[in-house]
């Protein structure tokens, strides 16, 4: 079964731009959430999306938006990029919110605001 | 609100010397706990995990038992090789699964 994908891997943008980064989950998996790591405030909750509707969303500004399709697959768009939105994006999935099982990742995004 | 706490790297240790990464976690009720690896380049990969208190999560020769009593989740291996070099993440999901909550990751890099 193929892990969960995301693409682009890499990203450069300019400052005052905006993005789209996308995320295919492990087929059969419902539930995408999606995480920011940075050097300084490590890894932190963006939001989770499960049949299409954003089910949980962490504390990040309202540039940061997401949603998800019917397939589950899942799309985050920043507007009005800073210099500070420079960092990896990672995607994960499971089959439902429900599940207590862990949270499969995928290789992530590096995207860099210039 | 929830959080984990985890020891300041970076670990250097020799090839087939013992290791303990320290974490402990607040939180409320009854988390799962996790511990994930990050190689240089790549996503989180999961290492081991544990949902209950008492619970030994174990994977590739890591261990770490779930102890409510000190709110701990240390991970440990008796004989680290050269590809173990890498950021581990200790871990929590509260009860409801929300989300996960992450230490801030400690390098391990051990040489031959």
Known sequence: ?114 | GDSVTQMEGPVTLSEEAFLTINCTYTATGYPSLFWYVQYPGEGLQLLLKATKADDKGSNKGFEATYRKETTSFHLEKGSVQVSDSAVYFCALSDQGFQKLVFGTGTRLLVSP
């Open chain 1, 1 to 114: 079964k193929a892990g969960v994908t995301q693409t682009p891997r890499y990203l450069i943008k300019t400052r005052g731009q905006q993005v789209t980064l996308s995320c295919s989950p492990i087929s059969g998996h419902r539930s995408v959430s999606w995480y920011q790591q940075t050097p300084g405030q490590g890894l932190q909750f963006l939001f989770e999306y499960f049949s299409e509707t954003q089910r949980n969303k962490g504390n990040f500004p309202g540039r940061f938006s997401g949603r998800q399709f019917s397939n589950s697959r899942s799309e985050m768009n920043v507007s009005t990029l800073e210099l500070g939105d420079s960092a990896l994006y990672l995607c994960a999935s499971r089959p439902t919110p429900a599940d207590r099982v862990e949270q499969y990742f995928g290789p992530g995004t590096r995207l860099t605001v210039t």
